[in-house]
């Protein structure tokens, strides 16, 4: 088997609000397409700030990140559409819509819901339509922060396996404050304080 790429190094990260308060000191990681690390920690760890470091919207004190092109799935699909456009609409700004019919059957995903706009979606609906804008970007490497806590059981169960379906091209790098399902999926668990 070859080895597969890597999507994601970082290298010696530092990183805090202030110099007192570190929140990263030396983090190194690699994640490798096929592999879902996941990042596991309560409130405050700095979970979330490491994804904005990785996007490039903080910048580190000191050591590198190298990413493939990457997408996100965020925590609450309701604050990442806007309110008065389709959801088709919104993917197609970011996005090709080709596959998206096979991608919509894959997950389950009714074709007419790209036609309505996010009020009209259950919560469920709307992280489906998250995942499938994340996925027809054609990332290397998805971030997924807490793809599933907005989720009853059953539908959270159906989301992680559609992720995990993509792996043979996609490595994925997910948050989460939820020690079983970090269990459940991933390939390897870095745990914050």
């Known amino acids: 088997m070859k080895p597969q790429e890597v999507v994601l190094k970082i290298e ?12 990263y000191k030396d983090f190194s990681l690699k994640l490798h397409a096929g592999e879902i690390v996941t990042i596991l920690g309560p409130s405050g760890s700095g979970k979330s700030t490491l994804f904005e470091l990785i996007a490039g919207n ?4 000191s050591g590198q990140i190298e990413k493939a092109p990457f997408s996100q799935v965020f925590q609450d699909p309701y604050s990442s559409f806007h309110p ?13 819509l080709e596959g998206i019919d096979a991608l919509c059957d894959q997950m389950g995903f009714e074709r007419e819901l790209l036609k309505k706009r996010a009020h009209e979606l259950s919560g469920g609906q709307l992280q489906r339509a998250s995942i499938l804008r994340a ?8 971030l997924a922060d807490e793809p599933t806590s907005a989720l009853d059981n059953l539908i ?6 559609l992720l995990l379906k993509t792996l043979d091209s996609v490595g994925i790098l997910m948050i989460t404050h939820d020690r ?6 991933s390939d390897k668990i870095i745990e914050l304080r």
Do not use: H
């Open 84 to 96: 008065s456009y389709t959801i088709e609409n919104q993917i197609s700004d970011v996005a090709s």
């Open 180 to 185: 079983d399902l970090a269990k459940w999926c």
């Open 12 to 23: 010696n990260l530092t990183f805090g609000y202030t110099k007192e308060k570190l929140l």
């Open 58 to 61: 903080l910048r580190p004190m």
């Open 156 to 161: 959270q169960l159906d989301v992680m396996k």
């Open 135 to 142: 996925l027809l970007m054609k990332p290397k490497l998805l």
